[in-house]
């Protein structure tokens, strides 16, 4: 069922209480596919949200030509097991304007992807706690490939003393290992061909630190070696942090994430991976 109001949402839900809920800003691919088949397998009643959520944008940035079509959304999430699409107007959400912001610390919404989207996870933070908030489930479900998104969501989940429990799976790739993503179909030819060496040149960090190499400095210069390959390709970041606190270091010793952001042309692409450490 396709619902676009609160109210509505509310109504439907409130005598369930197992609830998995994904939130989405549409355009759904398989990664998003394969979070609503997880909740399917786990909940009596599985809510999909699909807003397009203006706060996490800044104004120069590609909130009006993000892709929308939610009859197809719609169909691909019945599709995957959803029960209820919650897809609501931003004046549903907003009315003419919330004066009320959920902010997690800098340390971790003001680096990686926040350092050049300063707003971002604000908005993140603040229409993710809204969506909890008239849903109410169990479990959330994030994918992955969103990692700093995923840290920063469980932080305000734990800190706030939210009664869930955030749930990640892993990124779905497409055939030659490029992270799925929305923004993918922004790719021109040359872009999606070039754009395979994001993933292989974490690949190669990935293998040097199998082999033993633990200096960050020097496994960062293997990521933009590799990514020479790709003519077109701007390095917004490439980071390895602590996961979860998101703090820099010099060698390896624990748990960390690898986080890069590069730019094929106007399109901004992210991808991680996780290097296990010595835990
Ligand atoms: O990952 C996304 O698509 C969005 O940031 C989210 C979590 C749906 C909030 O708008």
Redo the contacts with the bound molecule.
Sequence with gaps: MLIDSISKMRQVLSNKNNIGFV???GALHEGHLSLIKTARKHHEVVVV?I?V?PS?FAPHEDYDTYPRNIDKDYALAISAGADYVFSPSVFEIYGTGSLTHVIVDPTLTDILCGATRPTHFK??TT??ALLINIIKPQKIY??EK?AQ?VII?KRMVKDLHMDLKVVTCPTIRDYDGLALSSRNANLNIQERHEAVYLYQSLLMIKKLYTLGELNVETLKKSFTEVLKNATLAKIDYVEILGYDDLQSMKTIEKKVLVAVAVFFGKTRLIDNIVLEGGE
């Design positions: 939130p989405t800003m949200s807003f959520n996490q908005g993140v229409v993710v994030l994918g969103d998104q969501l």
